[in-house]
């Protein structure tokens, strides 16, 4: 059963703390992504990445870190240093790019996990 | 002004009607257009691509219109189910080497 896991569905985390969300992914795809999205808005990317040991800053960086060690996992932490964590994370995983020039392929994405911050 | 633009709605329809949702981008160097779902608190799902040509999936349709830089979907036949967020994605070629999520339009398909 190919797709993208995250883990947990649900994270509580008092202020201060670092937490680290799980992503998963069975179906051998290159890129992997993460996104915040608080209530009523769009869709913010965190980081990216293209390839295994190389990943990018998405707009709304600062405050997270990521690891690609791995091709199938893509690790987020949200440091004590990001200062309204509370939001709906989304992983995401696609095809990678066959050259800098080439079509976007689409983006298939977990379940999410919801963090709160007490 | 955003890269990518959309109607937030919410878009409220009687059943069986016909509704369409347009999308502005910014670039006009865009070459890949999607359009995804959203169901309330949940991850968004890839409805269709949308190719140069338009294209058609059962009661919904996309097209693309690259002199005005906009992507449209249309939906016939408006059934309860197709109650959700509206996402339109689009790639920015600005070095950033992903692709660029609109904030949605909400459709009510209303009994």
């Known amino acids: 059963d190919g797709g993208i896991t995250q883990s947990p569905k649900y994270l509580f985390r008092k202020e201060g703390q670092n937490v680290t969300l799980s992503c998963e992914q069975n179906?051998?795809?290159?890129?992997m992504y993460w996104y915040r999205q608080d209530p009523g808005q769009g869709l913010r990317l965190i980081y990216y990445?293209?390839?295994?040991?190389?990943?990018q800053k998405g707009d709304i960086a600062e405050g997270y870190s990521v690891s690609r060690e791995k091709k199938e996992s893509f690790p987020l932490t949200v440091t004590s240093a990001q200062k309204n964590p509370t939001a709906f994370y989304l992983c995401?995983?696609?095809?990678?790019?066959?050259?800098?020039?080439?079509?976007?392929?689409?983006?298939?994405f977990g379940p999410g996990t919801r963090l709160t911050v007490l | 002004r955003k890269e990518v633009e959309q109607d937030p709605g919410p878009f409220n329809v009687p059943e069986g009607a016909t509704v369409a949702f347009n999308c502005t981008y910014s670039?006009?160097?865009?070459?890949?257009f999607f359009w995804y779902r959203q169901d309330c608190r949940k991850e968004p799902k890839l409805l269709m691509s949308?190719?140069?040509s338009g294209n058609e999936d059962g009661r919904f349709t996309a097209q693309l219109n690259r002199a005005s830089q906009y992507i449209s979907l249309l939906i016939r036949d408006s059934k309860l189910s197709d109650s959700a967020t509206y996402l339109c994605?689009?790639?920015?070629?600005?070095?950033?080497?992903?692709?660029?999520f609109g904030s949605g339009t909400r459709l009510q398909v209303q009994p």
């Open positions: 670039n006009s160097a865009s070459q890949s």
């Open positions: 994605v689009v790639n920015i070629p600005t070095g950033r080497r992903a692709l660029t």
């Open positions: 949308v190719y140069s």
């Open positions: 179906l051998n795809h290159d890129a």
């Open positions: 990445s293209q390839i295994v040991n190389d990943f």
């Open positions: 995401a995983s696609s095809r990678g790019l066959a050259s800098p020039q080439s079509s976007y392929n689409e983006q298939f």
